[in-house]
């Protein structure tokens, strides 16, 4: 059996070197690795995976728009990544002014952009030829779409998150961990709140390419609540998420190879299986410590 599985991974690694549309796809899961663990630790230590939720189901309109103008009206340049790019951005900057302005409605105007955003997406997409194919793919992933613009794309943009996530990061650190008490060493709050909604709203376009708009959250938010299991310092938490989504990636696209599967939701499955393995592994762990007297 141990054999089998080598010559299936051989077989996997042999193909990606014969393929260049397998290594765009795997060059592709790794940047959306990266950029989705170190955004994905934020969202998760702020507690505002609902906010990103939201965001990634809204970016189904984005999608369903450009998509329709597309394949239905002929306008070349309407490309459905850079609908969900702008979806995403507007969606950011409503939940920021909702945050800032009528905080007690939050949660409220979260669902509705979820719902208002799924159902424009879906609406656009049934009008377009052939969408029961294009609302599969772009639900669950169809990461072997991507193309080569599509591909610089996604690089400018992690190099983007990368490098305003270095510049600002303990910025970030203090609005994550006390809102009010970085309000009173005189940092710009409200300004950095909404430009880390744009960081998510970054991280959720790159990685729709990998699993789809249903599955996006996996990837944001269970290798960062893995890490912050076993990690106590966000920077540990945001490198070992990371590595873990990077592993998760190639795990995944190889058992899809294989067993001829989806890939982004074969990626998702192997992420939930961690996920609850770490969890019990925890809760083990914390029951056979021994007890104050």
């Known amino acids: 059996v141990c054999m089998q599985e080598n010559e299936k991974m051989h077989t996997f690694w042999l193909a990606i070197q014969t393929h260049p549309l397998l290594q765009s796809v795997l060059l592709a899961s790794i940047l959306a690795s990266f950029v989705s663990g170190v955004v994905g630790s934020y969202v998760v230590i702020k507690r505002i995976v609902f906010v990103a939720g939201s965001i990634s189901h809204a970016v189904l309109s984005g999608i369903g728009i450009c998509l329709w103008l597309e394949r239905a009206q002929g306008v070349t340049w309407a490309s459905p990544l850079y609908g969900a790019l702008v979806a995403a951005m507007l969606s950011a900057l409503f939940l920021g002014w909702m945050h800032l302005r009528f905080r007690e409605r939050e949660d409220s105007a979260i669902s509705a952009l979820w719902s208002i955003g799924m159902a424009v997406g879906v609406l656009f997409i049934s009008q377009t030829p052939g969408f029961n194919v294009e609302l599969t793919n772009f639900l669950v992933g169809n990461i072997l779409w991507i193309s080569k613009s599509d591909l610089l794309l996604l690089f400018l943009l992690n190099f983007l998150v990368i490098v305003l996530v270095f510049l600002l990061h303990k910025r970030f650190l203090a609005i994550c ?16 709140y909404q430009l880390l909604l744009f960081l998510i709203a970054v991280s959720i376009v790159l990685l729709i390419q990998v699993v789809g708009v249903l599955l996006v959250m996996t990837m944001l938010t269970i290798p960062p609540a893995v890490s912050s299991l076993i990690c106590s310092r966000l920077s540990s938490v945001m490198t070992v998420a990371c590595l873990m989504n990077v592993g998760l990636c190639i795990l995944g696209h190889t058992i899809a190879y294989d067993l001829d599967w989806p890939p982004g939701a074969t990626i998702a ?22 007890t104050e007297q």
């Open 177 to 192: 961990f006390d809102e009010e008490q970085a309000r009173l060493q005189g940092m710009a709050v409200d300004g950095l």
């Open 269 to 290: 499955l192997v992420a939930g299986v961690v996920y609850v393995g770490a969890f019990l592994i925890g809760q083990i762990s914390f029951s056979r410590r021994p």
